[in-house]
């Protein structure tokens, strides 16, 4: 069901910052009861949609921002324009189920195409197991009017993650060691990734001493980057890679580097740095001789692993806001002053916007368009 758009609602000014009118970022805010869809250009800020979901989740193409809300609605918001396009999907009978949703919050979990939106559901409570056996879907949706397909995920997909590689479509189970590629056109997923895989990893993983009492607990966690392919960090915190960017196993043993403690790592963000492949870090570290923590950015070469450039974060930083542009800088929200800063090397950071201090850590970045 398409309805008109929903508008421009509401105004925020936010303080200069010198940022060209031709950037502009689409973010994530909360509101006192809701979420809301926001545009930043230049000095303004503006709400566009607001969103009556405590979790939702997003993404992006080269002209769209999209955004599933719990009410089980999507917006599709044209980057340029900021005209909004809003499609019901429970009313049709090939939806079955409800958004996935993440206890940290709203998540990057949707793939945007020039043509359609991905993003997982779950049938739990609603509807039989789909033909895989499993409870967990790809919910395909057309741009163009709405209308839907439902591609079944297996019975051991859970917590799907939906992600890209190389333009492949890519789902992989979250703390797990599965992965398929969506083959869209026929409407059903590929194995690219088992146990078998990793057993070497996960062999050293279960000899390893159980961690100290009290400590937080480690979850394996992927990187897809395209032009290198995926890379795997494990419990004990170290990230290596395993499949090629062809998506085929690595025959020979690939570099790899500890990063500290797994559950330091708070972001893994895969992008580019001096036009090569590259993942990037989010992770606390201690402070030599200080009873304190500091967070750090660092971008690894997604090949040798070896660190490019690094950069301290604010305390504030919300590791879930990262944002890597293409020009390889990296943006995120700090949420203690309100500035949403950029990152680049050799440069340090600078506030790019600024918004209301205080701000929720479900705040996220949706976009950054650099302009010309």
């Not at 279960?206 to 979850?219: L, N, Y």
């Not at 504030?316 to 293409?326: C, L, M, N, R, T």
């Amino acid at each position: 069901m398409k309805i008109p758009s929903l508008g421009l609602l509401g105004l925020l000014l936010a303080g200069g910052s010198g940022v060209a009118h031709s950037q502009t970022a689409w973010l994530l805010m909360s509101r006192s009861d809701h979420f809301a869809v926001v545009r930043a250009q230049g000095q303004t800020v503006r709400d566009i949609v607001p969103l009556r979901s405590p979790a939702p989740i997003y993404g992006e193409s080269r002209g769209v921002v999209a955004v599933v809300a719990s009410d089980e609605w999507i917006h599709v918001i044209d980057k340029e324009s900021g005209m909004v396009r809003s499609f019901q999907l429970a009313i049709q009978p090939q939806y079955i189920g409800y958004p996935t949703e993440d206890l940290s919050g709203p998540l990057r979990n949707m793939l945007v195409t020039d043509d359609h939106a991905f993003f997982p559901t779950i049938r739990f409570g609603r509807g039989p197991l789909n033909e895989l056996g499993g409870q967990h879907d790809i919910v395909q949706m057309s741009l163009a009017d709405g209308s839907l397909r439902s591609i079944p995920l297996p019975e051991d997909c859970l917590h799907p993650q939906l992600t890209e590689l190389g333009g492949v479509p890519v789902v992989y189970a979250w703390n797990g060691d599965r992965a398929w590629k969506l083959d869209a056109a026929n409407g059903r997923v590929v194995s690219i990734l088992t146990r078998d895989h990793v057993a070497d990893l996960r062999a050293k993983e279960v000899a390893a001493p159980r961690s100290a009492r009290g400590a937080p607990r480690a979850f394996i966690r992927y990187a897809m980057v395209s032009g290198a392919g995926v890379l795997r960090l494990s419990t004990l915190g170290e990230l290596g890679k395993i499949l090629d960017e062809d998506l085929a196993g690595v025959s020979a043993p690939a570099a790899s580097v500890w990063l500290g403690p797994a559950h330091d790592v708070l972001a893994l963000r895969s992008g580019t740095t001096r036009s090569r492949p590259a993942i990037g870090v989010v992770r606390q570290q201690e402070v030599q001789g200080l009873q304190q923590r500091r967070v750090t950015f660092s971008y690894l070469d997604a090949s040798s692993l070896d660190v490019v450039w690094a950069s301290d974060v604010a305390q504030g930083a919300i590791p879930e806001s990262f944002y890597v542009a293409d020009d390889g800088s990296v943006f995120y929200i700090d949420v203690m002053t309100g500035d949403v800063i950029r990152l680049s090397q050799g440069e340090g950071g600078s506030a790019s916007w600024h918004l209301p201090a205080g701000q929720s850590r479900s705040a996220r970045i949706l976009s950054i368009d650099l302009g010309r």
